[in-house]
């Protein structure tokens, strides 16, 4: 279980994360939804969230055409969901991402892809 988010249950938080890698998974109908795995995610304020998650990568994610190991920063709300094969445990992950944006790290500087600057 990720200890950390269920103590932050329910907060909308800025992250930033490492692109680990693409895959897939199987709609409920029709053709395959790609996906993307985040890893190293920490709160932007520091300290690390979880090792790893999954998100479905909609039109804001792939429009950044981002590369594994690239940097990004995005928004999300804490949630619980249950998972196992018997839908028995529950644990959390971050939900409703917006607002996301490739980062670049240049003499230190943390830089959005938008512009801004923030020391990192």
């Not at 269920?6 to 890698?21: P, S």
């Not at 690390?48 to 998100?55: E, G, K, P, S």
């Not at 998972?83 to 939900?95: A, I, P, T, W």
Request: with cysteine; charged share 35%.
């Amino acid at each position: 279980m990720r200890e950390k988010l269920q103590k932050i249950n329910g907060e909308r938080l800025r992250f930033k994360a490492t692109v680990g890698r693409f895959g897939k998974k199987t709609a409920y109908k029709g053709y395959p939804l790609d996906t993307v795995c985040f890893t190293d995610v920490k709160f932007f304020s520091g300290g690390v969230a979880t090792d790893h998650i999954w998100f479905t990568a909609g039109k804001r994610i792939k429009e950044l055409n981002l590369q594994e190991g690239d940097m990004v920063s995005f928004e999300a709300r804490v949630k619980p969901y249950l998972k196992g094969y018997e839908k028995d445990e529950v644990d959390f992950r971050l939900s409703n991402i917006s607002k996301i944006v490739k980062l670049k790290i240049e003499n230190n500087e943390l830089h959005f892809t938008d512009g801004d600057k923030h020391t990192y």
